[in-house]
C-alpha cells in the first residue's frame, strides 16, 4: 500500500512539474526581435581596432552598435558610460565576448585618430567604426538607423541620429533592437537595467 501512496505522489508530482513548465507564463524581452536574425549587407569600414574591416568583423562575438560621434553633447556620452558600466553583466551570460561599436555619423570630423582617442577612454571592448557618408550611410540604414548630414560649409554643428542599440549575434546577423526611452525633458538613452535583463533571454 505505502508502495502505492508513493507511487500516486511521484505522479501528482510530475504532473505538477509538467503543467508548471507548459503554462507557467514565459518571460519575454521587451527589445524588438528579428526572428529569424536578419543578415547584414556587405560593408566595407574603418576600425579604431582593425583597419579596414567587413562583415566578418561581426563573426563570433555579441556586438551591441549604435550610432554617436566624438562631438555629441548628451546622447552619445551618456549611452557609452551606460554601456561600460552594464558590459561586465551581459559578459557573464555568454561565453563569446560582448564588444561595443560606435558607429560616427560625423565623417567630416571624427578621422580615425580623434575616435580611437574617445573610444580607448571607455575600454578594449569598445571599437570606433567610421567611413565617409557614400559607404556609412547604406551601412546606417541598413541597421534601421538614421543620422543627418550638416550643410556644406558648416563647422560647428549637431548630428541627429538614433538613440537605439543594434544586437548583433556571433554569426553576424541583426538579431534584436533596444529602443531609446523617450522622457519629456531627459536625453532619450536605453534603459541598460531591462537592456540586460533582455540580452540574458535572447542570448540564453
Avoid at 5 to 14: E, N, P, Q, R
Avoid at 24 to 50: G, Q, V
Avoid at 73 to 99: A, N, R, W, Y
Avoid at 160 to 170: E, G, K, R, T
Amino acid at each position: 500500500m505505502s508502495r502505492i501512496v508513493t507511487l500516486l505522489a511521484a505522479l501528482i508530482a510530475l504532473a505538477a512539474g509538467f503543467a508548471v513548465y507548459n503554462f507557467w507564463p514565459e518571460e519575454k524581452p521587451e527589445a524588438l526581435i528579428y526572428e529569424p536574425p536578419r543578415a547584414l549587407k556587405s560593408f566595407k569600414l574603418n576600425s579604431t581596432a582593425d583597419g579596414t574591416i567587413e562583415n566578418d568583423a561581426l563573426k563570433g562575438q555579441w556586438t551591441l552598435l549604435f550610432t554617436g560621434y566624438t562631438f555629441c553633447p548628451d546622447i552619445c556620452p551618456t549611452t557609452m558610460s551606460d554601456l561600460k558600466g552594464v558590459l561586465p553583466s551581459l559578459q557573464e551570460e555568454v561565453s563569446k565576448p560582448v564588444k561595443v561599436w560606435m558607429i560616427s555619423v560625423d565623417p567630416q570630423r571624427d578621422d580615425i585618430e580623434r575616435l580611437t582617442q574617445y573610444v580607448n577612454y571607455f575600454g578594449d571592448d569598445f571599437v570606433g567604426v567610421r567611413a565617409e557618408h557614400k559607404e556609412l550611410f547604406p551601412f546606417v540604414r541598413d541597421l534601421g538607423l538614421m543620422y543627418s548630414i550638416p550643410d556644406e560649409g558648416e563647422e560647428n554643428y549637431l548630428v541627429n541620429h538614433s538613440a537605439a542599440i543594434i544586437l548583433v549575434n556571433p554569426n553576424g546577423h541583426r538579431k534584436a533592437i533596444f529602443n531609446a526611452d523617450h522622457q519629456r525633458g531627459e536625453i532619450p538613452v536605453v534603459d541598460m537595467e531591462q537592456l540586460a535583463k533582455d540580452f540574458a533571454i535572447i542570448a540564453n
